[in-house]
């Protein structure tokens, strides 16, 4: 296969700025990044020209439930090829599909559609930009009923090893996070059970207090969703959750920058209290992302978008319409600079993963998913594993 060397003014790795830089890309991979005077390019090679624009790594959405129409626990081919080809025009090259609490039966029916399609697409890497589906993300059913949101009552369920048990065998390989309420009975005994599959632990829907959620992190939660939506407000004598997680170096919070889910006087405390390193920017999107106001689906309820806003039929916020993109310049219009909003959605979740030497990170061996950002932090440009910008 022949090289493709994109040359932009500048890159960010996201580690590193470098400015006058090309990328080569080659088999599918990233095999040079640099200054354009230190990068042996091969006679030869496909030559890609994006003055004025920055290479950024492929962003990697570690909550996202559907986007452009449908949902992924519908789970067959055409709707998760549509969630992954939407998601990769706003810049996400790489995304964990996310489900709703649900009954256990077609809970696991999703699981198994999504396996499979994972499974039938490997090796990833098709002729058009699309997202590659990482595993899955399960939100629920071990969640607090106080701080449910928008998950239907009937099936939230205490923390169970048999249900957990069915579900990671519906899913086949392809479990990577498991969000609970640590304050559940069983919960801690839940953290060992899905740690010990290899699932990150996450903290979310939940009503714990402080002590809790610190159990549970002592236990090996390392991550919390949607940082101060669906959960215990914080105050000055109970923390709760927030106390916990906001002062607990090795857990990293996600949080929906759209505008509408977290003010922005929280968005800036959450930046001040974990630092650059320890956000992780996600959508939270339904399948109503990249799509006109109107009626959808989100697992399996229906949700009501207008401005953009998506609601349940009681009113409530019911995931987003958000795109990362759009998260980033947010983030950044509240003055995080461009190169720690852009790590909090590249090297920052595809760190939680285990996969930073692979994903969300431009360097020499990593798969070749990137994004050209104009000078407004508009997405100019998609290549996921080489597909993409010719
Ligand atoms: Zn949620």
Same mark, same amino acid.
């Given at each position: 296969?022949?090289?493709?060397? !994109?040359?932009?003014?500048?890159?960010? #790795?996201?580690?590193?700025?470098? #400015?006058?830089?090309?990328?080569?890309?080659?088999?599918? &991979?990233?095999?040079?990044?640099?200054?354009?005077?230190?990068?042996?390019?091969?006679?030869?090679?496909?030559?890609?020209?994006?003055? +004025?624009?920055?290479?950024?790594?492929?962003?990697?959405?570690?909550? !996202?439930?559907?986007?452009?129409?449908?949902?992924?626990?519908?789970?067959?081919?055409?709707?998760?090829?549509?969630?992954? &080809?939407?998601?990769?025009?706003? +810049?996400?090259?790489?995304?964990?599909?996310?489900?709703?609490?649900?009954? *256990?039966?077609?809970?696991?029916?999703? *699981?198994?559609?999504?396996?499979?399609?994972?499974?039938?697409?490997?090796?990833?890497?098709?002729?058009?930009?699309?997202?590659?589906?990482?595993?899955?993300?399960?939100?629920?059913?071990?969640?607090?009923?106080?701080?449910?949101?928008?998950?239907?009552?009937?099936?939230?369920?205490?923390?169970?090893?048999?249900?957990?048990?069915?579900? *990671?065998?519906?899913?086949?390989?392809?479990?990577?996070?498991?969000?609970?309420?640590?304050?559940?009975?069983?919960?801690?005994?839940?953290?060992?059970?899905?740690?010990?599959?290899?699932?990150?632990?996450?903290?979310?829907?939940?009503?714990?207090?402080?002590?809790?959620?610190?159990?549970? !992190?002592?236990?090996?939660?390392?991550?919390?969703?949607?940082?101060?939506?669906?959960? &215990?407000?914080?105050?000055?004598?109970?923390?709760?959750?927030?106390?916990?997680?906001?002062?607990?170096?090795?857990?990293?919070?996600?949080?929906?920058?759209?505008?509408?889910?977290?003010?922005?006087?929280?968005?800036? *405390?959450?930046?001040?209290?974990?630092?650059?390193?320890?956000?992780?920017?996600?959508? $939270?999107? #339904?399948?109503?992302?990249?799509?006109?106001?109107?009626?959808?689906?989100?697992?399996?309820?229906?949700?009501?978008?207008?401005?953009?806003?998506?609601?349940?039929?009681?009113?409530?916020?019911?995931?987003?319409?958000?795109?990362? $993109?759009?998260?980033?310049?947010?983030?950044?219009?509240?003055?995080?600079?461009?190169?720690?909003?852009?790590?909090?959605?590249?090297?920052?979740?595809?760190?939680?993963? +285990?996969?930073?030497? #692979?994903?969300?990170?431009?360097?020499?061996?990593?798969?070749?998913?990137?994004?050209?950002?104009?000078?407004?932090?508009?997405?100019?440009?998609?290549?996921?594993?080489?597909?993409?910008?010719?």
């Amino acid at each position: 296969m022949t090289a493709t060397a !994109i040359y932009a003014d500048r890159a960010l #790795t996201p580690l590193e700025e470098i #400015t006058d830089c090309v990328v080569l890309v080659e088999d599918r &991979r990233i095999s040079a990044v640099g200054r354009r005077d230190s990068v042996r390019v091969p006679p030869g090679a496909c030559e890609i020209r994006a003055p +004025g624009m920055t290479i950024v790594p492929g962003f990697v959405d570690v909550h !996202i439930h559907g986007a452009g129409g449908h949902d992924v626990m519908e789970a067959d081919p055409a709707a998760l090829d549509a969630v992954a &080809r939407t998601a990769a025009r706003f +810049g996400t090259t790489s995304l964990v599909a996310t489900t709703v609490t649900a009954a *256990l039966d077609p809970t696991c029916h999703s *699981l198994e559609g999504i396996a499979r399609f994972i499974r039938d697409k490997s090796p990833p890497g098709g002729d058009a930009p699309e997202a590659e589906i990482l595993g899955i993300h399960f939100e629920g059913p071990f969640i607090s009923h106080a701080r449910r949101g928008v998950h239907p009552e009937d099936w939230i369920a205490v923390p169970s090893a048999s249900s957990l048990s069915r579900m *990671l065998g519906a899913a086949a390989g392809c479990g990577k996070i498991l969000t609970l309420a640590p304050e559940l009975p069983g919960a801690l005994d839940l953290v060992d059970a899905a740690r010990a599959e290899g699932l990150v632990v996450a903290m979310g829907h939940t009503d714990a207090i402080y002590d809790e959620a610190q159990a549970a !992190i002592q236990r090996g939660a390392r991550h919390a969703v949607h940082v101060f939506n669906a959960m &215990r407000p914080f105050s000055h004598r109970e923390t709760g959750v927030l106390g916990a997680v906001l002062t607990s170096p090795d857990v990293t919070t996600e949080l929906i920058a759209d505008g509408v889910h977290v003010d922005p006087a929280a968005m800036r *405390l959450l930046f001040a209290a974990k630092g650059a390193a320890r956000v992780v920017l996600v959508s $939270d999107a #339904t399948s109503a992302a990249g799509m006109p106001d109107g009626t959808y689906r989100l697992g399996t309820f229906e949700v009501t978008v207008s401005g953009g806003v998506c609601r349940n039929i009681h009113g409530r916020l019911a995931g987003s319409t958000l795109t990362l $993109d759009r998260a980033l310049r947010n983030v950044v219009a509240l003055g995080v600079p461009l190169p720690d909003a852009a790590r909090m959605l590249t090297l920052n979740p595809a760190t939680l993963l +285990g996969l930073e030497l #692979t994903k969300g990170v431009l360097a020499p061996g990593a798969d070749a998913d990137l994004v050209l950002l104009n000078s407004d932090m508009h997405v100019a440009g998609v290549m996921t594993r080489g597909a993409g910008f010719n």
